[in-house]
């Protein structure tokens, strides 16, 4: 371990000498900035501009740039970064996370970078914790890029399409993760490209790195939409299919375990439903109801393929083990199909349309870099996750704050009892006092023991960012008490008021330890900053949450060693320091598997959400016609088709039913018979077949006489269907991911049965997709004026 150490911070030292050389480099062009004029220092945007056009690589450009970035925030803001500052500046560029400590100027730093790649005209995003934050740095910092002739753009959740659109086409846009995360999925939702919002993801630089890729990596970003349609059409579909006559209105192939209505049964849904065309592409809900409904009345078969319990629930039964799968449904309301044919309630889910972890967010970004005051803790998962290195920026002074030994006390009651004295003494002498708490109860609690005993002060619990910055920003004046959770006033600083450094400064006191030791050395940052003084020191009891968790038998045994008889009696030792550090240690261990975890199974997802996003953008970009992406997903169906059908020797192959899948998907039935295909081999029926589809395609071509028309014909048939089957595979991945531990107890590893059941699912979703396209393609009558 010692040597591991050795390592990491020798090959910090490497790097910041590397650093510091380039940071020279910035300097040095410090005198021939300032001889500048505000004309000549702002016309090196546009040079640096064509500079990159020519070839010129931002790397060249770096101690320049920033020498300009600088020169104009003294200008302009009346700040002039340090060199320490610099060297955060240019971790950043690198892709790298800088770990500062509270109050040593970020934002300030950040802004060298994002000057430096708005430069390639690709967009730079500036990502903070919550919308205020953005706004308020859009604000100040937006004055300094826009005197230098880059524009800047807010992205929120109140804004219409259109402002997000502009806000995307600046030079530098402040946002917050989730309103990325949501604008990238909204836009592959969307069926036109007009309604799209993003361009490409090109660099971010994310303030407070540890709160938004590690806190916050365990919850995926989803959007949820009604279930796949309502209870009504299931059950108007059952009474349909219930008086349908076998080989008349249907058929079935036992094989494939598929049926399909016949030309007789597509007449009578017509009548029955009051339609012109039941294929046309506005029945799409119709027609999928349909087909379920089929399924379910004459393909799943009670007590074999699934079961009704005394609680009127339809189970499904494994067909390997022949035992019930709680937890799972069948996919694509086939379940909801079963349960009108067996006059269940029908459950209408809010099905999953759209998902994605920030971690897969963030990859995307074709570079990504963070700031934070505490990163160092968690280096390992930024490494092996986002592939960034963790570099501790030296601070401008060095830090004077004294962080004092943890005390413990046998209970909660005997430790608030002495951090409420230890308030009232540096209360009376005026010494500002910040107390950090874990949860917002006891925040509460501990607000109203400070009542009791007559001293003022404010509670803030995370509710309101606004007023948050305001009440942080007064905590450092005298005699303030401050009662905080944790994660509160992330990203404004407290300053000391007039005469506080004389009293000692700051004093942050911890009433818990929290899970991580980041968000303790987080809260610790509070004080100190810039040289300033300060003290910290955190209070625990044996009663706290990680204690009793983890901390426990040793700690106590410790206690029994030292005789506490006194309920009152406080304990200062290392030891107990270091004991709820490696708590906290196997905690930081747990949640890291789990973040990683919940990223192995989305990484199933992310390969197949890239491959439909992808087409389906080709979809909605193609300005000419689409006939290259639907032929072969009609050849593809054919070859899928004729190969099921023709096994064995020829004798053998069922003629009849590839006739009865072409009348169904693809011409009238008057059009082909047996004998068009006797005689020949497999290919030359895919020929045949794909002739008569040609055929079809040019018909439509001729009634379409339009190309406008026809594509946008071709895009309404692709999006729906791709769109429907889309989102009933990710609710049906996201259900699976649910039970899927459950294999875990049959000896089989979760994630591997995940990953290869969620392959074959995309492979049948896919052949679902290019099916029901040719289907409704081929079928549909032709209809001017269809719309998306």
């Known amino acids: 371990m010692a040597n591991v150490l050795k390592k990491w911070i020798e090959s910090d030292r490497r790097e910041l000498r590397r650093i510091d050389k380039i940071a020279n480099r910035v300097e040095s062009y410090a005198d021939q900035m300032s001889k500048l004029t505000d004309e000549q220092l702002q016309a090196k945007t546009p040079e640096f501009r064509e500079r990159y056009q020519k070839g010129e690589s931002l790397d060249d450009m770096l101690p320049e740039a920033f020498a300009v970035a600088r020169e104009a925030a003294k200008r302009v803001l009346g700040l002039y970064p340090f060199h320490v500052q610099i060297m955060g500046g240019i971790v950043l560029h690198e892709g790298n996370i800088a770990e500062m400590k509270t109050g040593e100027g970020k934002t300030l730093t950040a802004t060298m970078p994002v000057y430096l790649n708005a430069i390639s005209g690709e967009g730079v995003h500036v990502i903070t914790v919550n919308e205020y934050l953005s706004k308020r740095d859009a604000t100040e910092m937006g004055q300094l890029y826009n005197w230098l002739g880059c524009s800047v753009g807010v992205n929120n959740s109140e804004m219409d399409p259109d402002e997000k659109r502009k806000a995307y086409q600046c030079d530098i846009m402040y946002s917050t993760n989730s309103e990325i995360g949501f604008d990238y999925l909204r836009d592959n939702m969307a069926v036109y490209k007009e309604d799209q919002v993003q361009r490409g993801l090109n660099f971010a630089i994310v303030d407070e790195v540890d709160s938004i890729l590690i806190d916050e990596a365990r919850t995926p970003l989803i959007i949820s939409g009604p279930g796949t349609g309502t209870s009504k059409l299931y059950q108007q579909t059952d009474r349909f299919v219930k008086k349908l006559k076998k080989d008349v209105d249907y058929k079935i192939d036992l094989e494939s375990k598929t049926v399909s209505l016949t030309d007789e049964g597509i007449k009578k849904a017509d009548k029955y439903f009051n339609l012109d065309n039941l294929y046309n592409p506005e029945n799409t809900a119709?027609?999928?109801?349909?087909?379920?409904?089929?399924?379910?009345?004459?393909?799943?078969?009670?007590?074999?393929?699934?079961?009704?319990?005394?609680?009127?629930?339809?189970?499904?039964?494994?067909?390997?083990?022949?035992?019930?799968?709680?937890?799972?449904?069948?996919?694509?309301?086939?379940?909801?199909?079963?349960?009108?044919k067996e006059h269940v309630p029908i459950q209408e889910e809010n099905k999953t349309m759209a998902n994605i972890t920030y971690q897969n967010l963030f990859r995307m970004y074709k570079k990504l870099a963070g700031m934070t005051g505490t990163a160092k803790t968690e280096q390992e998962e930024f490494r092996e996750i986002y592939n960034m290195e963790t570099i501790?920026?030296?601070?401008?002074?060095?830090?004077?704050?004294?962080?004092?030994?943890?005390?413990?006390?046998?209970?909660?009651?005997?430790?608030?009892?002495?951090?409420?004295?230890?308030?009232?003494?540096?209360?009376?002498k005026g010494q500002p006092v910040l107390v950090g708490t874990v949860a917002v109860e006891t925040s509460e609690y501990l607000s109203e023991m400070l009542d009791k005993e007559h001293i003022p002060h404010v509670v803030l619990n995370a509710k309101n960012h606004a007023k948050e910055a305001d009440i942080i920003k007064n905590a450092g004046q005298v005699g303030a008490v401050t009662i905080a959770t944790n994660m509160a006033g992330r990203g404004t600083d407290i300053k000391l008021g007039p005469g506080v450094r004389e009293l000692g400064g700051l004093a942050v006191i911890g009433t818990e330890r929290h899970k991580s030791r980041r968000i303790d050395n987080q809260l610790r940052g509070r004080s100190g900053r810039q040289g300033d003084p300060g003290i910290s020191q955190f209070y625990l009891s044996l009663e706290d949450d990680l204690m009793r968790r983890f901390g426990g038998d040793r700690i106590k045994a410790f206690l029994e060693r030292m005789k506490v008889e006194d309920e009152d009696a406080v304990i200062k030792s290392r030891f107990l320091t270091r004991q709820v550090e490696s708590a906290q240690k196997r905690v930081e261990g747990n949640n890291y598997d789990s973040r990683k975890n919940v990223l192995q199974y989305d990484d199933v997802m992310r390969e197949q959400r890239e491959i439909i996003y992808k087409e389906r953008q080709q979809v909605i970009t193609e300005e000419k016609s689409l006939k290259w992406v639907l032929m072969p997903m009609v050849e593809?169906?054919?070859?899928?088709?004729?190969?099921?059908?023709?096994?064995?020797?020829?004798?053998?192959?069922?003629?009849?039913?590839?006739?009865?899948?072409?009348?169904?998907?693809?011409?009238?039935?008057?059009?082909?018979?047996?004998?068009?295909?006797?005689?020949?081999?497999?290919?030359?029926?895919?020929?045949?077949?794909?002739?008569?589809?040609?055929?079809?395609?040019?018909?439509?071509?001729?009634?379409?006489?339009?190309?406008?028309?026809?594509?946008?014909?071709?895009?309404?048939?692709?999006?729906?269907?791709?769109?429907?089957?889309?989102?009933?595979?990710?609710?049906?991945?996201?259900?699976?991911?649910?039970?899927?531990?459950?294999?875990?107890?049959?000896?089989?590893?979760?994630?591997?049965?995940?990953?290869?059941?969620?392959?074959?699912?995309?492979?049948?979703?896919?052949?679902?997709?290019?099916?029901?396209?040719?289907?409704?393609?081929?079928?549909?009558?032709?209809?001017?004026?269809?719309?998306?």
């Open 286 to 340: 119709l027609t999928h109801h349909l087909d379920q409904a089929l399924r379910a009345n004459y393909i799943m078969l009670r007590d074999k393929d699934y079961v009704v319990s005394k609680d009127k629930e339809v189970l499904i039964v494994d067909s390997f083990t022949g035992r019930i799968m709680q937890g799972r449904r069948f996919s694509d309301g086939l379940h909801q199909a079963i349960e009108a």
């Open 392 to 428: 501790s920026i030296p601070t401008n002074r060095p830090v004077a704050r004294i962080d004092e030994p943890d005390l413990l006390y046998p209970t909660l009651e005997s430790k608030f009892r002495a951090v409420v004295k230890r308030i009232k003494a540096l209360h009376e």
């Open 636 to 788: 593809r169906t054919i070859q899928r088709e004729v190969d099921q059908h023709t096994l064995g020797d020829q004798k053998d192959w069922k003629l009849q039913e590839i006739v009865d899948f072409a009348v169904e998907t693809l011409v009238k039935p008057d059009q082909i018979s047996i004998k068009d295909l006797q005689g020949k081999s497999q290919s030359e029926i895919v020929k045949y077949l794909m002739s008569l589809a040609n055929g079809v395609y040019k018909d439509k071509q001729r009634q379409l006489y339009d190309p406008a028309q026809m594509l946008e014909f071709e895009k309404v048939v692709i999006l729906r269907v791709v769109d429907s089957h889309w989102t009933d595979h990710i609710d049906v991945m996201d259900q699976f991911r649910q039970s899927v531990g459950l294999r875990g107890y049959g000896q089989l590893n979760p994630l591997v049965e995940y990953q290869t059941a969620g392959y074959h699912m995309f492979e049948q979703m896919i052949a679902d997709i290019e099916y029901e396209t040719t289907r409704l393609f081929m079928k549909s009558e032709i209809r001017h004026n269809v719309e998306r």
